[in-house]
T-cell receptor
């Protein structure tokens, strides 16, 4: 299957700082990218959907000013957690899909964020 | 949204077939059923998807009932590496082909 990478794989930051997570599709052009968050022992929760060159669409309850998403190219999307707090500590997973509506959606390996 | 219901956990003996059920009684005619799995602390891995016909690939088989209200994922010869949380998902329609909304999944433990 296609490869989606994330960087960094883990990050520790101080409360109040901002953290940027990158998501790249390595061998295909991702027309749509998704960002999920997963707390321990819980399922994945969709945060937002982004299409290349367009503003992201956020799920209900997700603060768009806190979780900034940029999908500037067909191979790169970034998630910036602004003014991070300990409750933002979580496993962030991106996903990417190319083209047609029912094509496979591939997931990255995830980024573990710990806010002290 | 078509929601799915899966057992919380299942055990399977190594080498035997693992049959994971999923109910999706409110599925619409144009919604596909997807299966992913997540091994601890990794991103989900695509397994298989289908609309109404049974599907098979190198990883698994997907059996969808004629009324499409339920399906079963079959891992024909489970190994210890198949221990994971398995998610049955009905794709939510929308712009650009919709999105995958994850439920709680089934935690499959393959035992020696």
């Amino acid at each position: 299957g296609a490869v989606v990478s994330q960087h960094p794989s883990w990050v520790i930051c101080k409360s109040g700082t901002s953290v940027k997570i990158e998501c790249r599709s390595l061998d295909f052009q991702a027309t749509t990218m998704f960002w999920y968050r997963q707390f321990p022992k819980q399922s994945l929760m969709l945060m937002a959907t982004s299409n290349e060159g367009s503003k992201a669409t956020y799920e209900q309850g997700v603060e768009k000013d806190k979780f900034l998403i940029n999908h500037a190219s067909l191979t790169l999307s970034t998630l910036t957690v602004t003014s991070a707090h300990p409750e933002d500590s979580s496993f962030y997973i991106c996903s990417a899909r190319w083209g047609g509506s029912y094509n496979e959606q591939f997931f990255g390996p995830g980024t573990r964020l710990t806010v002290l | 949204d078509a929601k799915t219901t899966q057992p919380t956990s299942m055990d399977c003996a190594e080498g035997r077939a693992a049959n994971l059920p999923c109910n999706h009684s409110t599925i619409s005619g144009n919604e596909y059923v997807y299966w992913y799995r997540q091994i601890h602390s990794q991103g989900p891995q695509y397994i298989i998807h289908g609309l109404k016909n049974n599907e098979t690939n190198e990883m698994a088989s997907l059996i969808i009932t004629e009324d499409r209200k339920s399906s079963t994922l079959i891992l024909p010869h489970a190994t210890l590496r198949d221990t994971a949380v398995y998610y049955c998902i009905v794709r939510v329609p929308g712009n650009q082909g919709g999105k995958l909304i994850f439920g709680q999944g089934t935690e499959l433990s393959v035992k020696p």
